[in-house]
Structure formats: structure tokens, C-alpha cells
């Protein structure tokens, strides 16, 4: 599908097609042939050849695709915010907006496996793009204490240099990688500290394991970030965290293998980093212990750079450097606030400081509201006299006939002013419809023959 898509140029046109094409509908065979034009005309700009086997597999995905349509509640796709982000408790970010790493795309360039579509996310979408070179952290679930001490150690001396740490979110040597680096806010503060991205092979809706909830919590909380390229209420199967590892892999520069035994997943990340032309680091280990076989093969083979000592990995990344979190200060801020004080008053409910943060978060959006966030708004809008404060309750002030004539200096809030009286923004009377590509599910699959 993600053929299909390229050769589109974009994603409403393929959903629309195959909503087109479902069988009993009138014109479902031009429909049909349109898509398989699409899917041709994306593997050649893909760089790829049409074969006979390549165009069964898509028809049977194009099959397996229109079978989930029924399980929509509507197809009237934009119309669906609310449906594809849990109410608005998760984004959805797809290439080309600013949050979005474009090293996936390596991913559709140097292997044979599509780059997702889109990415769901909770927390921080601005983690993913906080430091050019992130660092993958991966090993076994049922690491020692020597691989997840090793993991957690070299993850918090690297967040601790500002860099971005990517794991799995499992139990063992993921888990102690998070934690690793959420220990280097107590020593960097919250500027200086990396953060950390936990990517899931299912819906974000079945993050797991359930021990590893409070972990998710704190990543959140400090600035990270949950992902995952599948859709909410998507079951994570073993093969989609084979899936998920080339995500891991192509988000890193470096993967550090710290544990891993010759079957294992931490190793399948490995080989992902290798076809991606990632550098791949390996902690050895006692050879006479399973645990420690896959890493000693990556390091025999010549394969992984071998880790010596956790303090080596600053000499082995690039120089460290603060976060890259923009800080949203444009009128998008300064209007969704509006959007909200508005929409208390239609419910004739007080604006409080918590009753605005908690319409705020509700909106599907990728950087999720602070307290701190909004009280810096807030105070920007009141030095514009766009605002009043009494008694815990904020009002909008409303533009006079005068300021309207042009006979009162314009603030900032009055050049955002015909967007606001519009409703522009998530709480306003008028909607924006969603990006064309926001409601495309993740790829699962591999290109055929490609």
C-alpha cells in the first residue's frame, strides 16, 4: 500500500479508491484498476518492477484493507479525529510536518520494507526530533543484571549529553535503558537532559507490560514520547515487533546491543541497523553464558564496534549538545487558548487555569499542554489586553469600535483577531478538515518483489 500511496501522491485518493472498489458498488472495477495503476506507477517512482506476484500480493492487501473498512463506524473519513486518536489522547504525525524523522524514510530507500505512513504518538512529538543523531539502546527482555545495568548506565550517559535514547518499552534491557535516561534530569535539569522515545509494536491503546506503566508515565511526563506506525486497538503480534524493531533501528545513528542471546529481537534490531548502514556497538560478555552469544557473534563477525567500557560511548557519538525542543510561541498557541476560554463561556463554565488545560489536551494535537505552557499564554494574551483575570476566572476582552476603526494601536491579539471571531482552531465554530494522510494506517508488510 504504501506503493499505492507514492504513485497517489497521497493518501485520500488510495482510501477513497478502495472505498470505491468494495465489492456491490457501482464502478468498483474501474476503481480497482485505477488503484493498481497507482500501485505500478509508486514502484516505479519507488525505483522497483511491476512483476505478476507483485501485483497478486497487492490485490490481496487491497482485499485485506477493504475488509477493515467495515470495522469504521462511518466512511466518511474526516469526520474520524476523534476515532483515530482516542478521543484526541493520541496524535498523529506523517512526513512533512515538522515533528517527523525523516531517517525513516532511509527505510524506503536503502531496504526492501515500506517507511510508515504516519506515526501515532502520547507525550512529545518534538522528542522525536530533539537530537540529529538519537542513540537505540536495545537488548534481551530477560537481560542480567550485567546487560541491564550496562543498558541503563550508557542510556543516562547519553541523555545526559543531550541526545535522544530509543528503545522498545519491553521488560529488562528496554526498560533499563528509559529509566537510564530519565535519571539524567537529576543531573542535566530539564533543558539540558536528552529525552527518550519507546516505540510499540501494537496500537498505543495496548502499551505493555502492564509493570512497565509507570515507566511510560514518567516518559511522558519528562518530555518523551510513545510511538507506534499502527493504529489504536491494533493487537501487537509476535511478527509486528520483528516489525516494529526496523523503526527502532532506522530512528537510531548507533544502536548499542547490550544483551542478547542468537535468537532474540535485540539481534533482529541489529541486523536492521546493518542493512541501514546504522552503526551497530555490542557489549561482550562471558561466553559461556547464552545471554551474552548474540552480542559475541556481533563482535566476532565484525559486525558491531565492541564496547569496552559504558564511558567509551561519548567518544563513540557525536559531540553533545542541548535538546532541539522549539518552543511554540506563533499565534497557533495564542488562538487554541482563545478557542477554549470561548468554549467555556458557551458552556457557561468559569475559565479556570485547570478547566483550560483540560480542553486543551483533549484536542488531537502533537505536543501535548503543560500547565507551564499555558501560563506562559495566558500572560502573553493579558499583556495584549486580549484577556482579564478576576478571581481565578479568565474572560476575553472583546475588541472595541474604536480599536475596530484602527484608532487604538493593534496588539497581537487583535492581528489574530478575524482568525479567533472565525473560530479557527480546535474549540472554535468552524473546523479545519484534517490533513489528507492523518488516518492512514501503518504499513505492515513488506514490498513484493521489490
Not at 233 to 256: H, K, Y
Amino acid at each position: 500500500m504504501y506503493a499505492a500511496v507514492k504513485g497517489a501522491g497521497d493518501a485520500a485518493t488510495v482510501l477513497e479508491l478502495l472505498i470505491a472498489s468494495r465489492d456491490g458498488t457501482a464502478g468498483a472495477g474501474t476503481a480497482q484498476n485505477r488503484l493498481e495503476h497507482l500501485f505500478a506507477l509508486g514502484l516505479a517512482r519507488w525505483g522497483r518492477k511491476v512483476t505478476a506476484r507483485g501485483m497478486g500480493v497487492f490485490r490481496d492487501a487491497a482485499g485485506e484493507w477493504r475488509s477493515r473498512l467495515d470495522r469504521l463506524p462511518t466512511l466518511d473519513w474526516e469526520t474520524l479525529d476523534g476515532w483515530f486518536t482516542m478521543d484526541g489522547t493520541q496524535w498523529i504525525i506523517t512526513p512533512g510536518t515538522p515533528m517527523w524523522p525523516n531517517q525513516l524514510q532511509d527505510l524506503s530507500t536503502r531496504k526492501d520494507w515500506a517507511s510508515p505512513l504516519c506515526l501515532w504518538g502520547m507525550g512529545d512529538a518534538r522528542a522525536l526530533t530533539s537530537c540529529g543523531k538519537p542513540l537505540a539502546v536495545v537488548g534481551s527482555r530477560g537481560a542480567t543484571d550485567y546487560g541491564r545495568g550496562v543498558a541503563r548506565e550508557t542510556a543516562a550517559l547519553a541523555a545526559g549529553q543531550g541526545h535522544l535514547v530509543v528503545s522498545g518499552g519491553a521488560l529488562g534491557a528496554d526498560a533499563a535503558a528509559h529509566w537510564g535516561a530519565l535519571s539524567a534530569w537529576e543531573h542535566a535539569g530539564t533543558g539540558g537532559a536528552g529525552r527518550t522515545v519507546a516505540v510499540f509494536a501494537g496500537g498505543l491503546n495496548h502499551v505493555g507490560p502492564p509493570s512497565n506503566h509507570r515507566l511510560f508515565e514518567a516518559i511522558v511526563a519528562h518530555g518523551g514520547a510513545l510511538i507506534s506506525e499502527l493504529c489504536p486497538g491494533t493487537v501487537p503480534e509476535a511478527r509486528r515487533f520483528l516489525l516494529r524493531n526496523r523503526i527502532i533501528a532506522a530512528l537510531a545513528d548507533q544502536v548499542v546491543v547490550t544483551q542478547a542471546r542468537l535468537r532474540s529481537g535485540a539481534l533482529n534490531t541489529a541486523g536492521w541497523a546493518c542493512d541501514l548502514g546504522r552503526g551497530v556497538i555490542a557489549v561482550p560478555g562471558d561466553i559461556t553464558m547464552p545471554h551474552n552469544a548474540g552480542c559475541n557473534q556481533l563482535i566476532a563477525e565484525g559486525k558491531a564496534t565492541i564496547l569496552a567500557s559504558t564511558g567509551e560511548i561519548a567518544e563513540l557519538m557525536h559531540p553533545g549538545h542541548r535538546p532541539c525542543i522549539p518552543d511554540d510561541h506563533d499565534g497557533n498557541d495564542g488562538q487554541a487558548v482563545v478557542g477554549a476560554i470561548r468554549a467555556c463561556a458557551r458552556r457557561h463554565a468559569p475559565a479556570t487555569a485547570d478547566t483550560l488545560l483540560e480542553i486543551l489536551n483533549r484536542s488531537p494535537g502533537p505536543l501535548s499542554w503543560t500547565m507551564p505552557r499555558l501560563m506562559g499564554r495566558l500572560g502573553e494574551l493579558e499583556m495584549d489586553d486580549a484577556i482579564a483575570r478576576r478571581g481565578g476566572a479568565i474572560r476575553l476582552i472583546e475588541t472595541t469600535p474604536e480599536q475596530a476603526s484602527g484608532t487604538v494601536k493593534q496588539t497581537s491579539r487583535e492581528r489574530l483577531a478575524p482568525s479567533m471571531r472565525a473560530g479557527a482552531g480546535p474549540y472554535g465554530e468552524t473546523m479545519e478538515a484534517p490533513a489528507e494522510d492523518e488516518h492512514v494506517k501503518g504499513v505492515e508488510g513488506r514490498v513484493p518483489d521489490a
